[in-house]
C-alpha cells in the first residue's frame, strides 16, 4: 500500500510559478511509475505528466508541455511538479498517482493504482 499526499497548491497569478509535491509512504516510490492529473470543474480528470522509476523517460500533455516540468527524487519518497507560465486554464485540482508498472508511462488514470487526495491550484488573469 503506498499513500499519496501532495502539497504546493493555491492561488498563482497568469504568468506566474508553482511547485507541487507528492509525498509517498508505505511503499518506497521507487517501485512506481509517477503521474500528475488534473481535474477542472465540470470536467473529467485528464493526464499532466508521468515519469517512470528512475525519471528517464517523461510524457507531457501537449497542453502543459514547455511550461510544465515534472521530476522526483527516489531518496526523498517525493515527486514533483513545476508548473511556469501559468494560465487560468491550467486551473484545477491536482492529483498525483503511482502505477505499477515503473519503467513505462501510461496516460490513463485506470491504469494507476495510487491516488493522492489532491491539491487545489488556481490561478488569476
Known amino acids: 500500500q503506498v499513500q499519496l499526499v501532495e502539497s504546493g497548491g493555491g492561488l498563482g497569478q497568469a504568468g506566474g510559478s508553482l511547485r507541487l509535491s507528492c509525498a509517498a509512504s508505505?511503499?518506497?516510490?521507487?517501485?512506481?511509475?509517477m503521474g500528475w492529473f488534473r481535474q477542472a470543474p465540470g470536467k473529467e480528470r485528464e493526464f499532466v505528466v508521468g515519469?517512470?522509476?528512475?525519471?528517464?523517460?517523461?510524457l507531457y500533455a501537449d497542453s502543459v508541455k514547455g511550461r510544465f516540468t515534472i521530476s522526483r527524487d527516489n531518496a526523498k519518497n517525493t515527486a514533483y511538479l513545476q508548473m511556469s507560465s501559468l494560465n487560468p486554464e491550467d486551473t484545477a485540482v491536482y492529483y498525483c498517482?503511482?502505477?505499477?508498472?515503473?519503467?513505462?508511462?501510461?496516460?490513463?488514470?485506470?491504469?494507476?493504482?495510487?491516488w493522492g487526495q489532491g491539491t487545489q491550484v488556481t490561478v488569476s488573469s
Open positions: 508505505g511503499r518506497t516510490l521507487s517501485n512506481y511509475g
Open positions: 498517482a503511482a502505477r505499477l508498472f515503473p519503467s513505462s508511462i501510461s496516460t490513463r488514470a485506470s491504469e494507476y493504482v495510487y
Open positions: 515519469i517512470s522509476w528512475r525519471g528517464g523517460s517523461t
